[in-house]
DNA sequence: GGATATAATATCGCAAAACGATATCGGGCA
DNA sequence: TGCCCGATATCGTTTTGCGATATTATATCC
C-alpha cells in the first residue's frame, strides 16, 4: 500500500466513516479498504479497531451470521463529532495544499 | 491538538508542500503547523524532518541567517510525487467521506 | 578574546503504535 | 465428535511519537 505513514489516519476516517452509516465488521472493513488502495493486514486492522473502541469512538457487539461469529463495530457519539471535526480538517486540508489558491 | 493518531498524516502532507514551495527550515514550520491548529513539540517535528530526509522526501542543507544556524529543507522529486499522490488520495477521502453522494 | 545570550536543532528514554505472521475461536455439518 | 472455514486475536519485533532536556552555533558585549 501507498505509504502508511501519510495515510493510515486517512483509514481510521474511513472506519469511523462507514461505522456512522452501519454496522461493519473487519473483514468487511478490509474488503472495503482494500477498494480505496489501503491493504491493511489483520494485524495492522485489528489492534486499530480495539484501540478506536478502548478510545471511546466505536463499540462492538458479537453476532453470528450464517454460521459465523462476528463481531460489528459502530461509532459512538464521540465517533460522530470525531468525523466532524476531521471533514473540517481535510477541508483545510484541501484548501492549503490541493487548490492552490 | 486535535487527536494526532487522526491527524498527523496531515501534518507532514502540510510540510511536504511547504517544502516544494520554497525552503522551510523547523521553527518556521512549527509556526506555520501552529497556524494551522498542529501543536507539535521539537520532540516530534525534528525526528520527523530526520525520517522524510532519510526516506529521500526531502533535502536539506545549512544556512546561517541573522546569526543563527538553521537547516533548510526542499522536496525533492520523490516528495513532489508523493504529494501528487496525496492529493488524489485526499480527494478520494473527500468524494467518500465527505461529498455525503 | 572569553563569557554570555539566544535561536535553532538534536537527542534521550519511555510509552505506544504498526506490522506480518501465526494462532485461536466458534458455529455448522458430516 | 471431529473437521472445515470465516473471522478475530495475539505475538514479537521494529518503528514512531512525545515531552523534556541537552547541545550547537553564531553574534555581541565587556
Redesign the pocket.
Known amino acids: 500500500?501507498i505509504d502508511?505513514?501519510f495515510f493510515?489516519?486517512f483509514v481510521?476516517i474511513h472506519i469511523l466513516y462507514h461505522a456512522i452509516k452501519e454496522p461493519i465488521?473487519?473483514?468487511?472493513?478490509?474488503r472495503e479498504l482494500a477498494r480505496h488502495g489501503y491493504?491493511?493486514?489483520?494485524?495492522?486492522l485489528?489492534?486499530?479497531?480495539?484501540?478506536m473502541e478502548r478510545?471511546g469512538y466505536l463499540v462492538?457487539r458479537?453476532e453470528?451470521?450464517?454460521?459465523?461469529?462476528?463481531?460489528?463495530y459502530r461509532a459512538t457519539d464521540v465517533g460522530v463529532r470525531m468525523l466532524e471535526q476531521s471533514k473540517k480538517q481535510i477541508m483545510e486540508l484541501v484548501r492549503e495544499v490541493v487548490d492552490e489558491k
Chains 1, 2 share one sequence.
Open positions: 500500500m502508511r505513514e493510515l489516519g481510521k465488521y473487519g473483514v468487511e472493513i478490509m491493504d491493511l493486514s489483520p494485524g495492522t485489528y489492534p486499530t479497531l480495539h484501540r478510545d462492538s458479537r453470528v451470521v450464517e454460521g459465523k461469529a462476528r463481531k460489528y
